[in-house]
């Protein structure tokens, strides 16, 4: 194929790329510790973890309200104002050691940004893409923020394993390193937004909350996500901590793992979006959710009662499963392709994905403290029974989902 042949990339899309590739990068640095930076730094119990859920999660409950208050805007310039919230936040849990309170005052700050950019990145990336390709090129950039997410775990892992990292320590460099990375991502939103004039979608006419009975599926699943998600990034690493006793460097080493898998795996998911349609995906994904959390209760259960070892095979397995959980979190790109294929105007996109994170935020908050509870309670295997329990409403949502149909050719 000739130079003149070969389909062009636009730069505005090669800048997106590398704001993927930071993000991946960024986000890494920070949350993959987190949870270890809570138990290292100031020992907090299973209820406490639960209850930390709620400033990280409840700005995103707020997240349509700012949305759709500052809709005109634009998502590049709301973007930049998330990512400097973020970065404030990520500075000063990298250079101090507040005490507990004020950390979780700067822990809510941070969240705030990080909450605020989830919808405007996607958001800005269909802007961006256009409709031609869209399964594939999503695929395409989330492969590319896996892979940086598979560098920050490989930098976090051998930090902590060479001593150069610890999160017992009054300047912790995994914070720092992660605001470094957001700031150039700042730097590449103002070069879209003065060079390329790059807006996203400026909804001047979209200030109310979008709350549309065509997206009710859509919310269902957003809602059940909340579930899912408080368990992945909540309870199945704390399987680890609390009741294995691992540290940062193990955490780390299956995040290189499940990165590196998902640099094949998501560009895959991409490509089978636009072959097999969203609502296959969404029922493989429902059935997928279903196994991993009765497994993960069966192993808890085992671990706490003294029924299975807890060094050996059931260890492996349960990083095996660690890594496929993580896995199987990275299909929201299969939900945010649903929404455009049911998009009743544009315009609503970023303002929907913002009500539906809402959505999922608030079930997120209930489900972390009433998981602690449980946990503390009655036994880690109960958190993931009844996660497996919900995600049968997965599959009953995706079965009720009507598949678009296809123009003829």
Known sequence: ?????????????????????????????????????????????????????FPREFPG????????????????????????LTILGAVVLGLFSPPFAVMVVFLFINSVGMHLYIPLQDSIGMFIIGQDNLGRRMGQYNGIRTAFSMLASVIIFFGFRTGFFSLKTPV???????????????????????????FGEVRKQKVEIVIRKEYKFYYMLAVLHGV?????????????????SRQADTLALLGIISSFCGIFFLPAVGRWIDRFGTKRLLLIEGCLFVVVYITYGMLSSGFTSGAIALTGLPVFFVCALFIFDRLTM??????????KSIAVDPADITPTLSSALSMDHVVSIVCAYLGGLAWNGYGPQYVFFIAAALSLLNVVVALLIKAPVKAAA
């Open 61 to 84: 409950i707020l997240c349509f309200l700012v949305v759709a208050v500052t809709s005109a805007f634009g998502d590049v310039r709301l973007a930049i104002v998330a990512q400097l």
């Open 1 to 53: 194929m000739s130079e003149q042949q070969k389909p062009r990339i636009k730069p505005e899309l090669k800048i997106f790329f590398i704001i993927v590739a930071l993000t991946g990068f960024g986000m890494a640095m920070s949350d993959s510790v987190m949870a270890n930076f809570f138990k290292d730094a100031y020992n907090v119990t299973a209820v406490q973890r639960g209850f930390l859920e």
């Open 330 to 339: 990275q299909l929201g790109m299969v939900r945010t392709a649903y929404l």
């Open 228 to 244: 899912q998600k408080q368990i992945m990034f909540v309870f199945a690493p704390w399987v680890l901590i609390e009741i294995l």
């Open 172 to 198: 912790k460099l995994p914070f720092l390193i992660s605001s470094v990375a957001l700031l150039g991502i700042t730097a590449l939103y103002l070069l879209l937004y003065s060079k390329y004039r790059v």
